[in-house]
């Protein structure tokens, strides 16, 4: 679990990653990132005080406490964005703990977090999403790997997936319906609407794919077989970004990136883009609106005669 905390404040830890994968369905890269931020709060608690602390201790922690702890990390070279996500961890697991042992969690919950610039999302335009691919089904050298890359982004650009989803298709959802049901961050639900242009480069790659995918296998294959790693993805758009001179952030979740845009900009209403994302809070889509502007902006200053 880590050093520098009681075991019992270890088990808790334990026990309540365990409820926030049953119970919340938390992936395991949350888990992990979880795990960290959270020894690492407890291990600081120990260094401050000079002793492992049990949980009656845990249950007196004070304002200061929380200051110093965020005045560490940052004289550490956490980030703000960084700090903001270890702290949102840390107020879950003493949140679950307070009500398990009876304790005033209020100290911790009420420590705000640092303010931080959200990086907005970098999309494509419109014609470099789709130059995009079909960059990538040129530069294969077999067929059936140039059609499963033209696939895989059709499906990024053209259903908004996350690159993870598309690779967890299995040979039990193809061919493609036209409402495709996709499970996506928290173990959530949604349906996503299948463009006959994705449901047409799925068509064809499963034409010339040498590996028919049984009902609980990938869809998307590596040349040997196996499931296709998302670094093959990144490399081939890596290529395709390079032959087109787009910039470094044109990557395969720009391409989700585009497809959110676009939508927004082409008058597409913002909650019905939060369902086709998957996104849990309405502010996680809002930041494309912020995006939208900007192109607004830029448009505007390269076009209009007195700009």
């Given at each position: 679990?880590?050093?520098?905390?009681?075991?019992?404040?270890?088990?808790?830890?334990?026990?309540?990653?365990?409820?926030?994968?049953?119970?919340?369905?938390?992936?395991?890269?949350?888990?992990?990132?979880?795990?960290?931020?959270?020894?690492g709060?407890?291990?600081?608690?120990?260094l401050?005080?000079?002793?492992s602390?049990?949980?009656a201790?845990?249950?007196?922690?004070?304002?200061?406490?929380?200051?110093?702890?965020?005045?560490?990390?940052?004289?550490?070279?956490?980030?703000?964005?960084?700090?903001?996500?270890?702290?949102?961890?840390?107020?879950?697991?003493?949140?679950?703990l307070?009500?398990?042992?009876?304790?005033?969690?209020?100290?911790?919950?009420?420590?705000?977090?640092?303010?931080?610039?959200?990086?907005?999302?970098?999309p494509?335009?419109?014609?470099?999403?789709?130059?995009?691919?079909?960059?990538?089904?040129?530069?294969?050298?077999?067929?059936w790997?140039?059609?499963?890359?033209?696939?895989?982004?059709t499906?990024l650009?053209?259903?908004?997936?996350?690159?993870?989803?598309?690779?967890?298709?299995?040979?039990?959802?193809?061919?493609?319906?036209?409402?495709?049901?996709?499970?996506?961050?928290?173990?959530?639900?949604?349906?996503?609407?299948?463009?006959?242009?994705?449901?047409?480069?799925?068509?064809?790659?499963?034409?010339?794919?040498?590996?028919?995918?049984?009902?609980?296998?990938?869809?998307?294959?590596?040349?040997?077989?196996?499931?296709?790693?998302?670094?093959?993805?990144?490399?081939?758009?890596?290529?395709?970004?390079?032959?087109?001179?787009?910039p470094?952030?044109?990557?395969?979740?720009?391409?989700?990136h585009?497809?959110?845009?676009?939508?927004?900009?082409?008058g597409?209403?913002?909650r019905?883009?939060?369902e086709?994302?998957?996104?849990?809070?309405l502010?996680?889509?809002?930041?494309?609106?912020a995006?939208?502007?900007?192109?607004?902006?830029?448009?505007?200053q390269?076009?209009?005669?007195?700009?």
């Amino acid at each position: 679990m880590g050093i520098g905390f009681s075991p019992a404040a270890g088990m808790a830890l334990g026990r309540w990653l365990e409820h926030m994968r049953a119970l919340k369905g938390a992936s395991p890269h949350t888990l992990t990132a979880y795990r960290n931020d959270v020894s690492g709060f407890l291990g600081f608690l120990h260094l401050h005080y000079g002793e492992s602390l049990g949980m009656a201790r845990l249950g007196e922690l004070t304002p200061a406490d929380m200051r110093a702890w965020m005045a560490y990390e940052r004289n550490r070279g956490l980030s703000g964005r960084s700090l903001a996500r270890a702290l949102s961890a840390v107020k879950s697991f003493m949140r679950w703990l307070a009500e398990r042992e009876g304790f005033d969690a209020t100290h911790v919950l009420s420590t705000r977090a640092p303010k931080y610039q959200r990086n907005l999302p970098r999309p494509l335009a419109e014609d470099a999403a789709q130059a995009v691919i079909e960059q990538v089904e040129l530069q294969a050298n077999e067929p059936w790997v140039a059609a499963r890359d033209a696939a895989v982004m059709t499906l990024l650009y053209g259903c908004g997936l996350r690159i993870s989803e598309a690779l967890s298709l299995k040979g039990e959802d193809v061919p493609l319906p036209e409402v495709l049901r996709i499970r996506g961050k928290g173990d959530k639900e949604r349906m996503v609407p299948v463009l006959p242009a994705a449901r047409d480069a799925m068509a064809e790659y499963l034409r010339l794919c040498p590996f028919v995918p049984a009902p609980w296998e990938p869809v998307f294959r590596g040349s040997r077989g196996g499931a296709l790693n998302p670094r093959i993805v990144a490399k081939s758009m890596e290529r395709a970004r390079l032959a087109l001179g787009l910039p470094a952030s044109a990557t395969p979740h720009a391409l989700r990136h585009s497809f959110a845009t676009h939508l927004l900009s082409a008058g597409g209403d913002l909650r019905a883009i939060q369902e086709l994302l998957g996104h849990a809070s309405l502010a996680t889509t809002q930041v494309y609106t912020a995006v939208d502007s900007a192109r607004l902006m830029e448009v505007y200053q390269a076009a209009h005669p007195r700009a």
